[in-house]
């Protein structure tokens, strides 16, 4: 059983590890492409809101069944094909093996917790400007990390257009938790293989 998990962490580090394409966002480490539609985001992070009010959006989570999810509702139809293509070409760049934001430790968790399939991402486009987003992790602690990142998607990026907090201490803490004990080296050693300084 040992010898496999380390032979599944190896494969995993070097995939990311050839992959490197996700540094921040996709672009190699030259800060966001165009293509993850991240500055669009950034500056038009006032155009979303929750469905029912104006609200900033923030995810329903859902503790027991490990899942969470998104109903965003977007000013314009340009505005929701932006939020759904970011989310897809992110889905795609952590499947492929992508680090995107590989600076943050919470970023590297959760392209773990992706290519381990820990979690699963659903996303929905209906009525034009709604954009719907299941995320469900397979155990607690891969909960924590999706739970995690969704809390920095509401706060920093919808909240205020913000993308450069670092929440490594935030991870720290999610790795050294109950819940991530029986992962914490397979983490440790994935963060070491894969993070890089800001600019990288
Ligand atoms: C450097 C900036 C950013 C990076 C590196 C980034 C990266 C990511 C990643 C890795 C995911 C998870 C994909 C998956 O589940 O497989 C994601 C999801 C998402 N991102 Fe971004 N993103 C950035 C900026 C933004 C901004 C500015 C917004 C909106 C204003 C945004 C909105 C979302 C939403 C709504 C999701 C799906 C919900 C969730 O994951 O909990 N992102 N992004």
């Known amino acids: 059983m040992k010898k496999k998990i380390s032979s599944i962490l190896v494969g995993l580090i070097a995939l990311s590890v050839i992959n490197g394409c996700g540094g921040n966002g996709g672009n190699g480490g030259n800060g966001p492409s165009e293509e993850s539609n991240i500055p669009y985001l950034k500056s038009n992070h006032n155009n979303y809101s929750k469905l029912t009010s104006e609200a900033n959006p ?59 399939k820990r979690y699963t991402t659903e996303i929905n486009r209906v009525d034009n400007i709604n954009v719907l987003v299941t995320k469900t992790a397979t155990d607690r602690c891969a909960y924590k990390v999706i739970s995690a990142h969704s809390d920095v998607v509401s706060g920093d990026f919808f909240g205020q257009g913000v993308t450069s907090n670092d929440h490594s201490s935030t991870a720290e803490e999610i790795i050294n938790s109950t819940d991530c004990s029986a992962s914490k080296i397979d983490l440790e050693t994935y963060i070491t293989a894969n993070q890089k300084t800001r600019g990288q």
């Open 58 to 116: 923030a995810p329903i989570k859902n503790e027991t069944a490990l899942s969470l999810s998104w109903s965003i509702k977007s000013k314009t139809e340009t505005d929701a094909i932006k939020l759904y293509d970011h989310i897809n070409f992110m889905v795609n760049t952590l499947e492929n093996g992508g680090n995107p934001q590989p600076w943050d430790k919470l970023f590297l968790l959760e392209a773990f917790m992706k290519i381990a």
